[in-house]
């Protein structure tokens, strides 16, 4: 079975502070991809970023950063010196290489303060 | 990415009536999917539209309830059958290309059902 835990519910921050958003997934498969979607309050997803399984590889886009550990399962969001328009709820999620269903994690709703 | 539109964009209905949501795409995609989420929820796959035969539904979900069409590889529809309370979510469309291995969504239809 998979599953997506993301077990922060809810964090505040003031901007400027630093923040890493966990996420830990669960797979028997060896060949998987690991994303991270956005939701700002007007309801659409972002895509952010995907990984898949053979590349451990830790990958930085301007102020986003994710840090991949297969030997822990996890794949965190750290988004550094927070800005408001960076509140949303903040959605990791595990596909099947033969699979099309996403399998989505609760989420982590982000609140930056001014 | 893709430009995906959704209408309609929000709505309020009644009880026991039935509302039709477009997902239109500016190009041709190889799959197109609708997912569900629910009031302070994760996101839940309904199904994958599959162009020119039935739906293929995910478990729980069922074609007598939402009805899917795809007419052609740029547009789906998704009807919410016989409504009730308990189907107001946030109804989103989901597409991907070939080879991209990666869902970009729609900016999804907020149903609230009285």
């Known amino acids: 079975a998979q599953k997506v835990t993301q077990a922060q519910t809810e964090i505040s921050v003031v901007e400027k502070e630093d923040v890493t958003l966990d996420c830990v997934y669960e797979t028997r498969d060896t060949t998987y991809y690991l994303f991270w979607y956005k939701q700002p309050p007007s309801g659409e997803l972002v895509f952010l970023i995907r990984?898949?399984?053979?590349?451990?590889q830790n990958e930085i886009s301007g102020r986003y950063s994710w840090n991949f550990q297969k030997s822990t399962s996890s794949f965190n969001f750290t988004i550094t010196a927070s800005q408001v328009v960076d509140s949303a709820v903040y959605f990791c999620?595990?596909?099947?290489?033969?699979?099309?269903?996403?399998?989505f994690g609760s989420g982590t709703r982000l609140l930056v303060r001014p | 990415s893709a430009v995906i539109s959704q209408k309609p964009s929000r709505d309020i209905c009644q009880r026991g009536t039935s509302l039709t949501i477009q997902c239109q795409v500016d190009s041709q995609v190889t799959m197109m999917f609708w997912y569900r989420q629910q009031p302070g929820q994760s996101l839940t796959l309904i199904a994958t539209?599959?162009?020119?035969?039935?739906?293929?539904?995910e478990s729980g979900f069922v074609i007598d309830k939402f009805p899917i069409s795809r007419p052609n590889l740029t547009f789906s529809t998704l009807t919410v059958s016989n409504m009730s309370p308990e189907d107001s979510s946030i109804y989103l469309c989901?597409?991907?290309?070939?080879?991209?291995?990666?869902?970009?969504f729609g900016p999804g239809t907020r149903l609230t059902v009285l």
């Open positions: 989901s597409v991907e290309y070939t080879g991209a291995d990666t869902q970009y």
């Open positions: 990984r898949n399984s053979f590349d451990e």
């Open positions: 539209a599959n162009q020119g035969s039935e739906a293929t539904y």
């Open positions: 999620a595990l596909i099947r290489d033969s699979s099309y269903k996403l399998i």
